[in-house]
């Protein structure tokens, strides 16, 4: 079995973060570095289709603004941090998450053709699903609480949470994630938005793969346990 990354010694922010490869920014300066990217995304849109209010992916470029600051102010309200995932393990993850993130919303050159075919249906299906995936993040963060970390963490006092959506998901907020992108890219229909949506997938597949493991090392039979239950095995008694 793979080894978990190396976790690293307790530094943790109590602000928001917004990180694009080697470039981090903390506080007021990610959250108008934030605005300022979706402001990009969206006069691409605009360059591509002319008017932003006719475009399938604006009420989706909306839904994702008001995720992201939401997000990240919420990110300040944490338990602190007693070790993490390596700094390299963190980057791979962040390169994927940024790299998935533009190609859902921009339109390629050469993967701009359609794979569904155009109509209101289409979109309305696509936001729909973006909307109960993003009511489902936000129902999973609440019952997450203090113990959230965007990073592969042990927690000071860490618990583990069996209430609300970890009752029938082990990852409900990766499950939510890769919901909201899969709604866009429905909402896009185009090939860039699937290869977008594709990459998210491989990114969380590997982050899950590594977050069990320390889920694992720091829980153990009651992990297992947790686990079997969400396998349709005998249920562990809640908190």
């Known amino acids: ?64 603004i008001g995720f992201v600051i939401y997000w990240n102010v919420a990110a300040g ?61 936000l129902s999973a963060r609440r019952h997450l609480g203090r113990f959230w970390s965007g990073e592969i963490t042990q927690k000071v006092g860490h618990q583990l949470i069996r209430s609300g959506p970890y009752r029938l998901v082990r990852h409900p907020i990766y499950t939510a994630m890769l919901g909201m992108f899969l709604g866009t890219a429905i909402s896009s229909s185009q090939y860039h938005a699937l290869l977008g949506l594709g990459i998210l997938v491989l990114a969380y597949l590997r982050k899950t793969r590594l977050e069990e493991q320390i889920l694992q090392q720091t829980f153990g039979t009651e992990y297992d346990a947790y686990r079997c239950q969400q396998s349709g095995g005998p249920r562990p008694p809640y908190r």
């Open 1 to 64: 079995m793979r080894k978990p990354p190396p976790l690293g010694t307790p530094n943790d922010p109590k602000t928001m973060v917004f990180q694009i490869g080697p470039l981090r920014l903390t506080g007021a300066a990610a959250l108008v570095a934030t605005i300022v990217l979706f402001g990009a995304i969206i006069a691409a849109l605009v360059y591509y289709r002319a008017r932003i209010l006719s475009s399938p992916l604006s009420i989706s470029a909306a839904l994702w």
């Open 77 to 137: 309200n944490t338990v602190p941090t007693k070790s993490r995932e390596s700094p390299a393990s963190r980057r791979v993850h962040t390169w994927l998450l940024n790299a998935a993130m533009f190609l859902v919303f921009v339109p390629v050159p050469g993967l701009d053709r359609r794979i569904l075919p155009e109509g209101r249906w289409v979109v309305a299906v696509g936001i729909v699903i973006h909307l109960a995936s993003f009511l489902l993040a």
